[in-house]
């Protein structure tokens, strides 16, 4: 076996002839570096793990954490560095080489076939010894024994259709255990889960890395980081900017690694005097794309001045809720009125004539025009403004003035606002829609997802400017399953779950693991 370089380094009098020690780590990768066409992805990265402990891989979208597991798991190929798993060099080509090798990975979308049971889900491409048939007896009896041991329960024969989010995880993580990995990589695992199964993952991966694991844990909630980490490397612009233990530092300092500058994790909750009703929602029914009821006889009001937070796990009825608001899809039955002014499947123009401004779920589809340029997106709402436009021309000198001053008003970082939209990041995309939306100075604020896949630095900026709203006067109806953001920024809390409002908490007074239970359908929790 080779030297290790890093052992040598710290033992200059060791004998170059003398036999090297075993390696401290069970996984290596040593200057990892992988461009791709104009992004340098991973520069020089080292970053390893010890059997027995948690190390969290923390870091903005794009600072390089995907494509360091996509390398480790097969499925990028350096340009540079070496990855050893004991001591041992590895050439990893593809996934099946990944986990021949004892490397498993949980991905955040799970890779399940609704369609089949757990036990064939575990048995799913591996071979059998009564081939051509599926041992699947002996599969699942190994399910129940690993099940068992590490409190994943969990029925082997039920269909990954009927299981709930936090099932199908603990089958992602039973597909990895089952192929008796030694190292377990997970990606934003605790995206879709409740604070309760949240906490209940936690003890599995503690369970886990005690029986001798190695675990990679992926995650941008810092409060998780610092519960479950044994180390943390931070990852920025492609560059380790630092690694820590929780023990050596606090959530603003990791915050600080990340971005490169001090970030304010908890925006301020201005007090406001709240005032008259602004957005009524009653006996609101919403079919969802298969024919089924998606929203449920859903019922609330937000006042002008609050922020009214609606928290639950994703698909109970959330996106098809704010899209029947926006006039984007049909309500089955049911009213919704902005300021007094009836909107129940108005058209989209009527229902933000009536003071809507809506940022949408899923910002590349429904938030901007990719080819259009950065102006262009500006513009969409407030082209045909005498303004903008007279006797069917466009006035491009005011054109160009509102959109630079959108521009450096909501700091979006564009090189110019001729610049394709498609060429900015997630949250500069982001920021545009909110510039947009926010400068017409609306009565109601529909805000879906707001923060989502958008890194701290422009989460940050995002809740202030809510907030701002919010002093303005504006009502707000914040649509978010990041429950930290709900607590920070909401006055009132609503849960839904299947398409039914479980209840409506005063902020002051909630707690994680009230909204925790309400949002697993336990209904009027204390």
């Known amino acids: 076996m080779p030297a290790n370089s890093l052992q040598s380094q710290s033992q200059p009098e060791s004998q170059s002839e003398s036999p090297s020690p075993p390696s401290p780590y069970l996984l290596e990768m040593r200057g990892i570096t992988k461009q791709f066409p104009g992004v340098l992805a991973n520069d020089r990265v080292d970053f390893n793990v010890k059997a027995g ?74 071979k059998s010894d009564r081939r051509p048939l599926t041992d699947l007896p002996t599969v699942e009896k190994r399910i ?239 082209r045909r403004e005498s303004e903008f436009a007279r006797f069917g021309f466009m006035r491009f000198g005011a054109i160009k003035e509102h959109s630079s001053n959108l521009v450096d008003r909501f700091a979006v970082k564009t090189p110019n606002i001729d610049t394709p939209t498609r060429n900015l990041s997630g949250g500069n995309i982001q920021k545009l829609i909110l510039a947009r939306e926010l400068s017409s100075s609306p009565k109601v604020i529909l805000a879906a997802q707001p923060t989502r896949g958008v890194d701290i630095g422009a989460a940050e900026y995002i809740n202030e400017q809510l907030a701002k709203q919010k002093a303005n006067g504006c009502a707000t109806l914040l649509v978010s399953e990041d429950l930290d953001e709900v607590l920070a920024l909401a006055d009132r809390i609503g849960v839904i779950y299947e398409g039914r409002l479980m209840d409506v908490i005063d902020a002051k007074t909630a707690t994680p693991h009230q909204l925790g239970l309400l949002m697993a359908g336990v209904a009027k929790a204390a």
Do not use: C
């Not at 494509?67 to 996934?95: A, C, F, K, W």
């Not at 979308?109 to 609704?114: S, T, Y």
């Not at 233990?245 to 925006?267: C, D, F, I, N, Y």
């Open 53 to 126: 402990e948690v190390h969290t891989l923390l870091g903005e979208n794009g600072a390089g954490k995907s494509t360091l597991m996509n390398v480790l798991y097969g499925l990028h190929q350096p340009d540079e560095g070496e990855v050893r798993m004991n001591g041992e060099q590895l050439s990893i080509s593809s996934p099946s080489d990944a986990i021949a090798r004892g490397i498993g990975m949980v991905h955040q979308h799970f890779m399940l076939v609704p369609t089949l049971t757990v036990t064939e889900n575990v048995a799913l491409g591996l």
């Open 144 to 382: 129940t024994e690993l099940s068992q041991a590490y409190g994943l329960q969990v029925d082997p024969n039920a269909y990954v259709w009927q299981l709930a989010v936090g099932e199908r995880q603990r089958v992602e993580i039973l597909k990895a255990l089952y192929r008796e990995v030694s190292l377990l990589v997970l990606d934003e695992p605790t995206a879709v889960l409740t604070p309760q199964e949240v906490e209940e993952l936690i003890a599995v991966l503690r369970q886990l890395a005690t029986d001798g694991r190695g675990l990679v844990f992926i995650s941008h909630k810092l409060h998780e980081v610092m519960s479950v980490s044994d180390r943390i490397t931070v990852l920025r612009d492609g560059h380790v900017s630092g690694e820590t233990t929780p023990a050596e530092t606090s959530r603003e300092q990791l915050a600080q690694m990340m971005v490169g500058r001090p970030v304010k994790l908890v925006p301020d909750k201005p007090e406001v005097d709240v005032g008259e009703v602004k957005l009524v929602i009653k006996d609101l029914e919403v079919e969802g794309d298969r024919g089924n009821l998606a929203v449920n006889g859903i019922s609330l009001e937000v006042l002008a001045g609050e922020i009214f937070g609606l928290a639950g796990v994703s698909g109970n009825g959330q996106r098809e809720l704010a899209q029947a608001i926006a006039g984007l899809r049909e309500a089955k039955s049911g009213t919704v009125s902005i300021d007094g002014t009836d909107v129940t499947n108005a058209h989209p123009s009527s229902v933000r004539k009536a003071g809507l401004s809506y940022v949408p779920e899923e910002r590349m589809r429904d938030g901007v025009v990719s080819g259009f340029s950065v102006s262009e997106n500006m513009m969409l709402l407030s």
